[in-house]
């Protein structure tokens, strides 16, 4: 769903008068309240980069609104990942103090540590996030209220860790063991009030309303953590509801589901749990809740496994109302082939926007790919073309539609202002409160520079999706590397994705879309400074293996890692390269 319909309101192109102080409030209302909750921490108060702010704020005092939020938007600098990293190392140390970590960032001590999910290829990042209460009623609903829902559904969402830091006090007792996961699972269990300190009381548990037991979303093992979800979906008749991270990876349950057909069916019948790597320390948890059910295994066999049929999930579960996933930018490609297993019955619905350091934005009005700004962290903007310093910085309000910019965070977890490399192109302004209105476009350090051009994240996309056709390529998942087997080096497309008939004018019509994108492609060809991008097609189930060996060497759980757009990392594109089926 790339166009807004005639029946969702159609965000105003500009803002007016009334919504842009109603903007203008709730948005400084924010920040002050995020400045004068962190300003005392020990990130603010000794951070150097905050210098100048410290300076001007012993000038000033913090008591008057307008001087504060002034004070803050001229001398607080834009901050790189090196300004928060001394200070998130402290959690490594042996032993970690809890002086040493106390009010570090926000008060108190954080609820969870969260790692990023290293699509570009750079080593993880670890964002320290704390258990805030909110303070403003989001003005959407979120996609995992249960409000109307009256059956059963399953969150396919991993709420393990890494591994757990413990924080003593002086006299070394442990007053807090955090864990360090990842975002996803981390904002379900702080919405929950789930601790780690508590997961053993749940271990045996079946969360009210949900098909898989809690034990099932600590498996790491990816697919281990699949199957095993898989299983009690399957064993359930009643689903009415199905959550995972991201659209590929509903893909690669359904693809897990065709593989082990036939085990999981006498799993089912049987009421036995199969014997999968990585599930021994849940494995009597799991059993309790698995029971003997010959007549739903008789049932799903008559059905067939999912690739057998079209609209396959309906049959499956007859209830089943929704599947949330996300569905936007390179995940789009999928949409597709899980349309054809869900049948025509079934809503796709989005998780929202956001990053490991913050989730900022919710669907607008359940398009997948157009969001609306809905947080209680503060975003700003930079002009996409502009030089990344803070006197560049816009506010929502000054933004304008059909521009590109990159997004800047201050989150409640520190009093940071810290370029997301994510770009942005505002499609206009709510008109329920004025928040801006967007499409995601692309990572701003996702991208190849060859010696002509540099082409963007997005303008592979967009490439790739002008010639995704039954009759050409039917893209399911890609990836883009610098291909310099031969020379002059072009860009080469890794594909997952059944050919066409006319699949031999792949080549050209992808150099087309580029061209369309980047004026300064043809001249390089015509020059023959480049020459026509190179396609490979992989086999299927590819970028699913991808997944689970990024995840098993990372140790992360499923659902985090990504296919990147452009992939500079040698390994996994050698990796890559010994699974092409076929070369256009």
Same mark, same amino acid.
């Given at each position: 769903?790339?166009?807004?319909?005639?029946?969702?309101?159609?965000?105003?192109?500009?803002?007016?008068?009334?919504?842009?102080?109603?903007?203008?409030?709730?948005?400084?209302?924010?920040?002050?309240?995020?400045?004068?909750?962190?300003?005392?921490?020990?990130?603010?108060?000794?951070?150097?980069?905050?210098?100048?702010?410290?300076?001007?704020?012993?000038?000033?005092?913090?008591?008057?609104?307008?001087?504060?939020?002034?004070?803050?938007?001229?001398?607080?600098?834009?901050?790189?990942?090196?300004?928060?990293?001394?200070?998130?190392?402290?959690?490594?140390?042996?032993?970690?103090?809890?002086?040493?970590?106390?009010?570090?960032?926000?008060?108190?001590?954080?609820?969870?540590?969260?790692?990023?999910?290293?699509?570009?290829?750079?080593?993880?990042?670890?964002?320290?996030?704390?258990?805030?209460?909110?303070?403003?009623?989001?003005?959407?609903?979120?996609?995992? #209220?249960?409000?109307?829902?009256?059956?059963?559904?399953?969150?396919?969402?991993?709420?393990?860790?890494?591994?757990?830091?413990?924080?003593?006090?002086?006299?070394?007792?442990?007053?807090?063991?955090?864990?360090?996961?990842?975002?996803?699972?981390?904002?379900?269990?702080?919405?929950?009030?789930?601790?780690?300190?508590?997961?053993?009381?749940?271990?045996?548990?079946?969360?009210?309303?949900?098909?898989?037991?809690?034990?099932?979303?600590?498996?790491?093992?990816?697919?281990?953590?699949?199957?095993?979800?898989?299983?009690?979906?399957?064993?359930?008749? #009643?689903?009415?509801?199905?959550?995972?991270?991201?659209?590929?990876?509903?893909?690669?349950?359904?693809?897990?589901?065709?593989?082990?057909?036939?085990?999981?069916?006498?799993?089912?019948?049987?009421?036995?749990?199969?014997?999968?790597?990585?599930?021994?320390?849940?494995?009597?948890?799991?059993?309790?809740?698995?029971?003997?059910?010959?007549?739903?295994?008789?049932?799903?066999?008559?059905?067939?496994?999912?690739?057998?049929?079209?609209?396959?999930?309906?049959?499956?579960?007859?209830?089943?109302?929704?599947?949330?996933?996300?569905?936007?930018?390179?995940?789009?490609?999928?949409?597709?082939?899980?349309?054809?297993?869900?049948?025509?019955?079934?809503?796709?619905?989005?998780?929202?926007?956001?990053?490991?350091?913050?989730?900022?934005?919710?669907?607008?009005?359940?398009?997948?790919?157009?969001?609306?700004?809905?947080?209680?962290?503060?975003?700003?903007?930079?002009?996409?073309?502009?030089?990344?310093?803070?006197?560049?910085?816009?506010?929502?309000?000054?933004?304008?539609?059909?521009?590109?910019?990159?997004?800047?965070?201050?989150?409640?977890?520190?009093?940071?202002?810290?370029?997301?490399?994510?770009?942005?192109?505002?499609?206009?302004?709510?008109?329920?409160?004025?928040?801006?209105?967007?499409?995601?476009?692309?990572?701003?350090?996702?991208?190849?520079?060859?010696?002509?051009?540099?082409?963007?994240?997005?303008?592979?996309?967009?490439?790739?999706?002008?010639?995704?056709?039954?009759?050409?390529?039917?893209?399911?998942?890609?990836?883009?590397?610098?291909?310099?087997?031969?020379?002059?080096?072009?860009?080469?497309?890794?594909?997952?994705?059944?050919?066409?008939?006319?699949?031999?004018?792949?080549?050209?019509?992808?150099?087309?879309?580029?061209?369309?994108?980047?004026?300064?492609?043809?001249?390089?060809?015509?020059?023959?400074?480049?020459?026509?991008?190179?396609?490979?097609?992989?086999?299927?189930?590819?970028?699913?293996?991808?997944?689970?060996?990024?995840?098993?060497?990372?140790?992360?759980?499923?659902?985090?890692?990504?296919?990147?757009?452009?992939?500079?990392?040698?390994?996994?594109?050698?990796?890559?390269?010994?699974?092409?089926?076929?070369?256009?």
């Amino acid at each position: 769903m790339s166009q807004l319909d005639s029946a969702t309101p159609v965000p105003y192109n500009s803002l007016t008068p009334k919504l842009r102080t109603l903007l203008t409030e709730k948005n400084d209302g924010l920040l002050l309240r995020i400045i004068r909750a962190n300003f005392n921490t020990q990130y603010a108060s000794q951070a150097p980069s905050l210098a100048a702010f410290r300076d001007v704020v012993a000038a000033h005092g913090t008591e008057v609104n307008n001087t504060l939020l002034q004070d803050f938007r001229s001398h607080v600098a834009l901050m790189d990942y090196a300004s928060y990293k001394p200070f998130v190392a402290k959690f490594d140390e042996r032993p970690c103090k809890e002086s040493e970590i106390e009010n570090l960032f926000a008060p108190g001590l954080p609820f969870s540590l969260v790692w990023s999910s290293t699509t570009s290829g750079n080593a993880p990042k670890m964002f320290a996030k704390y258990h805030h209460i909110a303070k403003e009623a989001p003005i959407r609903r979120s996609v995992y #209220d249960r409000s109307d829902v009256n059956g059963q559904e399953n969150w396919v969402i991993y709420y393990g860790y890494k591994e757990l830091k413990e924080i003593e006090r002086e006299s070394g007792e442990v007053v807090k063991r955090i864990p360090v996961g990842i975002s996803s699972g981390t904002m379900l269990r702080m919405s929950a009030g789930w601790n780690v300190d508590s997961d053993e009381s749940r271990m045996s548990v079946i969360m009210p309303g949900q098909a898989a037991p809690w034990a099932a979303s600590l498996i790491t093992r990816h697919q281990s953590f699949l199957i095993i979800h898989a299983l009690f979906c399957l064993a359930c008749r #009643d689903l009415e509801r199905l959550a995972t991270t991201f659209a590929p990876v509903f893909m690669d349950i359904m693809r897990h589901v065709d593989n082990e057909w036939d085990m999981l069916l006498t799993c089912i019948r049987d009421g036995t749990i199969p014997d999968l790597e990585g599930i021994d320390n849940v494995r009597a948890h799991l059993q309790v809740h698995l029971h003997a059910n010959s007549g739903r295994a008789t049932e799903l066999r008559e059905i067939g496994p999912p690739f057998s049929c079209a609209g396959w999930a309906a049959r499956v579960w007859p209830k089943m109302r929704m599947l949330v996933a996300v569905g936007s930018g390179p995940y789009a490609f999928v949409l597709p082939k899980v349309r054809s297993v869900l049948g025509p019955t079934i809503a796709i619905r989005g998780r929202g926007y956001g990053a490991t350091e913050s989730v900022f934005a919710a669907c607008y009005e359940d398009h997948l790919d157009t969001f609306v700004l809905q947080t209680e962290d503060v975003i700003e903007f930079l002009d996409a073309t502009a030089d990344e310093t803070h006197q560049n910085i816009l506010r929502p309000w000054d933004l304008e539609a059909g521009k590109q910019y990159q997004v800047v965070l201050t989150t409640r977890d520190g009093l940071w202002r810290y370029p997301l490399g994510d770009i942005i192109e505002i499609v206009g302004f709510d008109t329920n409160g004025g928040s801006p209105v967007f499409k995601y476009t692309g990572r701003k350090s996702l991208s190849i520079r060859f010696p002509h051009a540099l082409i963007s994240e997005s303008d592979f996309v967009s490439a790739i999706q002008a010639i995704s056709s039954e009759d050409i390529i039917q893209v399911h998942e890609f990836t883009v590397v610098v291909d310099d087997r031969e020379l002059p080096a072009t860009a080469g497309y890794f594909v997952e994705g059944p050919l066409g008939s006319r699949s031999h004018f792949a080549r050209q019509k992808l150099f087309e879309a580029l061209d369309a994108t980047n004026i300064a492609h043809r001249r390089a060809l015509d020059n023959g400074r480049i020459r026509l991008p190179t396609i490979r097609i992989v086999k299927p189930g590819t970028f699913m293996e991808y997944r689970q060996r990024k995840g098993k060497k990372l140790n992360f759980g499923a659902g985090q890692i990504k296919v990147p757009v452009v992939l500079s990392e040698s390994a996994c594109k050698e990796w890559l390269e010994e699974r092409v089926v076929e070369e256009l």
